[in-house]
């Protein structure tokens, strides 16, 4: 364990009320601290490390100039909040942070009045700032009381169309909000699209020193509507490029850029905006990801997220891998097809590397495409390069996926368009929680007439299954797989490509037959391990598909067994129910057939270790051993006796 930083003032620094009685040079030297505790905390935890760095500055002037928790901040995404958790009476957790029972690493109401609300997904902050706003003035009560609301966007969530649209929509409203521009000129992956570039035109084509200075004189030199006397300084804005115009034509008076790491600048400027704001106020501070940190700045994300490290060094702590991992195999995979076919294309959005796109963007850019933070517009993006010839991957987490759910099902499954799927993170993700757990994508893509669902069992199914996506085009496809690496498997050398709805056959037993839908087949094998030492051995199958399912396969399981359990990694409503229909428009159950079906529990798993998520959901090789007990009888009669 790294020695812990020295911090007197930082010591002192109970909520953030206790920052009111410091003066502008002490809050200096607490974000010194801060920066320091909040690298400690990570090298022990892992987490989200650069976002935070860059609002460390931020983070202090926001909680010294307003009124938390009556004045709401809102972080977007809220990876950067790790600071803010350590100044909101959180210090003494930080070190559980994104471990089971610990710290959420995101915002989270349950957990604090200064996490007034939860997020994980991004571009939501200024819709809940404004609602927040609206609420204000409509007279509601909480018990915190409502004040300001303040929206903290960085300029990667900005690219997200919801931003754009609660922005037009407070515009509209008029009232007072304060939006605030977090401008690392970094996401997670390089920043795209013509915002990016309007956001760097704004700063890149004029003397820096200029801004500071009219920052630093900002009680007297605000643009309107702070100052009626202050048309210099806003002519002088309005005259940077194109400005604030943009933001300005939504409804917003622009205030900007200024340094984010100068609390000269930020301490004037917020107190004025606080005091004079009449009406919704974009503030545009430009900061550095992984500020402070050289291993972060060095690094090609600035640090975005990180194992437990080294605090000297900045080496992560990351054990040897025993087998590549899922999205690794996707990737290769990919690039190997899309080197004899060169209709093969790929959409992500803002996740090239996280979904495994890297080696494809780097060999054919031309054909791979990162579209930001855009879910929707990445799904009909992908649906029109389908109907005009081409074979697009589109690549999003799980979790990500259901922004563009009406994508799918209006510009893609009703018009059969033959877009691949790539859903990553299917499943439980462990340490960053529910926000990010693939759970729903079996029931919410199944449900879609002619979608094709496929789950890969294991590293070597999932190269099969990129094949058979690539080769398919007759309407959609689908394929899941989770994070982390493989069963360690034998890799074949090429892949093969399956037939549409059939399953395979793992072992053959007697009385009980489990069918498993994607990679729960590792804990189904052991757990029959365990039931062959109690002289039971049941049938494993591997469903390889949810839709179109293998009706011949799953009843002549129902015909040869007294009893069939299916397993998947998903919420209710997804492959056991299709299974389950399927049983009962056959009649199967007329006659007594026991059927059990294991899927996720209806609740939200906090974050743990995947193994630790999958024993709460009862999931793993103990627990499916005793449902083959149960649906046998075997523990009932072992629980009389006892």
Not at 56 to 66: R, S
Not at 114 to 129: K, L
Not at 215 to 229: C, H, M, N, V
């Amino acid at each position: 364990m790294s020695e812990r930083p020295h911090t007197p003032l930082l010591d002192q620094i109970a909520r953030p009320a206790d920052l009111k009685g410091l003066s502008d040079r002490q809050l200096v030297q607490v974000a010194d601290e801060l920066r320091q505790e909040t690298i400690s905390a990570v090298s022990e935890t892992g987490g989200h490390l650069g976002a935070g760095l860059g609002v460390v500055e931020l983070t202090v002037a926001l909680h010294a100039v307003f009124e938390t928790p009556r004045d709401k901040v809102i972080w977007d995404v809220s990876h950067q909040c790790y600071p803010h958790k350590i100044l909101t009476g959180r210090r003494d957790r930080i070190r559980t942070l994104r471990k089971k029972g610990g710290l959420s690493g995101f915002t989270k109401r349950s957990e604090s009045p200064y996490d007034p609300f939860g997020a994980a997904h991004s571009s939501t902050s200024i819709s809940a700032a404004l609602g927040f706003s609206v609420a204000r003035d409509l007279g509601g009560n909480i018990p915190e009381g409502l004040g300001d609301a303040i929206a903290v966007i960085g300029d990667g969530a900005m690219s997200g169309g919801m931003a754009f649209e609660a922005m037009n929509n407070a515009g509209h409203l008029g009232k007072r909000l304060i939006v605030i521009l977090n401008d690392n000129e970094m996401s997670i992956a390089q920043p795209v699209g013509a915002l990016s570039s309007y956001l760097s035109r704004l700063y890149a084509e004029e003397p820096f020193q200029e801004l500071k200075a009219v920052a630093k004189g900002a009680a007297s030199l605000l643009p309107e509507p702070f100052r009626e006397g202050a048309k210099r300084a806003k002519d002088m804005l309005k005259g940077m490029a194109v400005g604030g115009t943009l933001f300005e034509s939504l409804g917003f008076s622009y205030l900007g850029p200024i340094d984010g790491h100068d609390m000269d600048q930020l301490l004037p400027v917020l107190r004025t905006v606080k005091a004079r704001a009449s009406g919704p106020i974009l503030i545009h501070v430009l900061t550095k990801k992984g500020k402070g940190y050289a291993p972060a700045e060095r690094a090609d994300d600035k640090g975005h997220a990180t194992a437990t490290f080294d605090v000297v060094t900045g080496k992560q702590n990351k054990p040897p891998s025993n087998a590549p991992s899922y999205t690794s195999v996707f990737g290769n995979e990919l690039v190997k097809l899309a080197a004899t076919d060169d209709k093969i294309c790929a959409v992500t959005a803002a996740m090239p590397d996280g979904t495994g796109l890297g080696l494809m963007a780097e060999r054919y850019p031309s054909r791979t495409f990162d579209v930001g933070i855009a879910e929707q517009h990445g799904v009909t993006f992908a649906a029109a390069l389908a109907a005009g010839g081409m074979k697009p991957f589109c690549a999003m987490y799980s979790t990500f996926l259901q922004r563009g759910y009406d994508q799918v099902v209006h510009d893609v499954a009703i018009q059969r368009l033959p877009v691949r799927f790539a859903i990553d993170r299917a499943g439980l993700v462990g340490a960053d929680g529910a926000t990010h757990a693939g759970s729903y994508d079996i029931a919410y893509m199944a449900n879609l007439p002619g979608m094709v669902v496929m789950a890969a069992a294991d590293e070597a199914e999932l190269k099969h299954m990129v094949a058979t996506a690539a080769a398919h085009d007759d309407g959609p496809i689908a394929f899941r797989y989770p994070r982390g690496e493989g069963e360690g498997v034998e890799m074949p050398e090429e892949a093969q490509i399956l037939e549409i709805g059939k399953g395979r056959m793992i072992q053959k037993g007697a009385r009980v037959a489990i069918l498993s839908f994607g990679t729960r087949l590792g804990e189904v094998k052991k757990a029959a391990e365990a039931l062959a030492a109690k002289g039971i051995t049941p049938t494993i199958a591997d469903a390889r598909f949810a839709k179109p399912l293998d009706r011949d396969m799953i009843l002549q399981l129902a015909s040869d067994h007294e009893a069939l359990i299916t397993i998947e990694e998903g919420a209710v409503g997804g492959f056991g129910s299709h299974v389950a229909q399927l049983l009962a428009d056959e009649g199967v159950f007329d006659s007594g057939f026991k059927y059990r079906s294991m899927v996720l529990p209806d609740t939200f798993i906090d974050q743990a270790s995947p193994k630790d998520m999958y024993d709460v959901a009862a999931m793993n090789a103990p627990q499916i051993e005793a449902k083959v007990l149960e649906v046998l009888g075997i523990a009932t009669i072992g629980e009389k006796r006892a």
